[in-house]
């Protein structure tokens, strides 16, 4: 049986460490914030290669604090893509804003730039005929404020932040870096998490740098956001525990998990080499056994964390069989993601119909991911992609 994410074989390597690290904590009586926190905070921000970074309760908690900090509420409108984690448009309503969906690339997965250009144009003129919007009544869309970008870096490849960057200045728009499934990649040398204004990662288990719980990053380089993330995170406070200066949430990241993090991030280089042996040897073996799907393509100069392997079925029934014939043979595989945001009940005050983003629905149609993580042995890779054949 071939796991799809393997946590176990990464635990047997790593057992002693992240037991006594654990145990420590638990001894120090230390287990929110403290110095575990610090010194994991110190590390991610090096690695990551920005001035601060401030750790969180989770990846939707990091989208949530940065929409927060930016001051994004009530009237304003933040585009991002449907296809994605449900958490990157939530944390968009959560604060009240309204999400715009700007459609992917099938390529890259990750927010076609054109369209980012159109959309904006369309919510400026409320014209519909430019580009899809929220099906709001007309006074209300007029009345909405763009305020800035959030870019997913889908299955771990970096959206294309010189270009998304350049077009938000242009329009006096921030842009957020969803990260939560790209930590660890990187684009020209930058990682990713450095690539716009705010990054935003998780630390979801099965993420490429995953704890044993619920944890999360925020990245920044401008002390003054810095500043205003930390006072968010607990409770907006200001000087003191007992001086609240703006509102904030609960949304820290407790010492066990900081502890386990650092020991992940040991192993984490090799860990990532690893991936990239992977996804070198499933694309090398979709050729040569002339599977009939596309096989994801990452840009020159870009290195993808490999969050997953999605690959792209000629169409529904094809995947349909590719996913039966993998189940027969004991392999698992999942569709990232069987349904675009916009298609969601969750957003259906929103008003998108079907054919607002076509890439998005088409991809949500055709996509599955194949198993990948870092314990994956070239021989499984063959098997797997042997259970492929008809
Ligand atoms: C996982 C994920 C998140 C949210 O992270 P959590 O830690 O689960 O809250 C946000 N965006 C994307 C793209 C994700 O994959």
Redesign the pocket.
């Known amino acids: 049986m071939i796991p799809f994410i393997d946590l176990q074989s990464q635990f047997a390597r790593i057992q002693p460490e992240v037991e006594a690290a654990m145990l420590a904590v638990v001894r120090s009586g230390q287990f929110i914030l403290g110095p575990e926190v610090a010194k994991l905070e110190e590390r991610l921000a090096d690695y990551v290669g920005v001035k601060h970074c401030i750790s969180c309760?989770?990846?939707?908690?990091?989208?949530v604090m940065a929409l927060m900090a930016k001051g994004v509420g009530p009237g304003d409108a933040v585009f991002t893509v449907p296809f994605?984690?449900?958490?990157?448009a939530e944390?968009i309503a959560t604060v009240g804003a309204t999400p715009v969906f700007v459609d992917v690339e099938a390529g890259s997965f990750n927010m076609d730039v054109a369209a980012l250009e159109r959309a904006i144009e369309a919510l400026a003129k409320a014209d519909a005929s430019i580009h899809p919007l929220p099906r709001l009544p007309e006074a209300e869309l007029k009345a909405l404020k763009p305020k800035g970008v959030i870019a997913?870096?889908?299955f771990g490849l970096t959206a294309d932040y010189a270009a998304i960057n350049t077009i938000a200045a242009a329009n006096g728009l921030f842009v957020i870096e969803?990260?939560?499934?790209s930590f660890g990649a990187s684009a020209n040398n930058a990682r990713a998490g450095s690539l716009a204004e705010i990054g935003?990662?998780?630390?979801?288990p099965?993420?490429p740098l995953g704890c044993y719980g619920?944890?999360?990053a925020i990245f920044v380089n401008d002390s003054e956001l810095d500043t205003i993330l930390r006072s968010i995170r607990v409770h907006g406070q200001g000087e003191d525990k007992y001086e609240n200066v703006r509102m904030g949430i609960t949304g820290r990241l407790d010492a066990v998990q900081a502890a386990v993090l650092q020991k992940k991030l040991d192993i984490f280089d090799d860990e990532m080499d690893n991936r990239q042996r992977v996804a070198a040897g499933y694309a090398a073996a979709l050729a040569s056994e002339g599977i009939d799907v596309v096989a994801p393509a990452i840009p020159a100069h870009h290195i993808s964390a490999w969050?997953q392997y999605t690959v792209t079925a000629r169409d529904a029934a094809a995947r349909k069989e590719f996913q039966q014939r993998l189940n027969a043979a004991g392999i698992p595989t999942m569709i990232y993601y069987p349904k675009a945001l916009h298609q969601q009940k969750a957003f259906a005050n929103l008003g998108y119909r079907t054919g607002d983003f076509a890439v998005s629905e088409d991809l949500a149609s055709r996509v599955f991911s194949l198993p990948m993580h870092p314990y994956l042995a070239d021989e499984q890779i063959v098997e797997i992609v042997a259970a492929m054949k008809a």
């Open positions: 309760a989770s990846g939707t908690d990091a989208l994605t984690f449900m958490a990157s944390a997913v870096d889908l969803d990260a939560a499934q935003c990662t998780s630390f979801f099965a993420k619920d944890g999360g969050a």
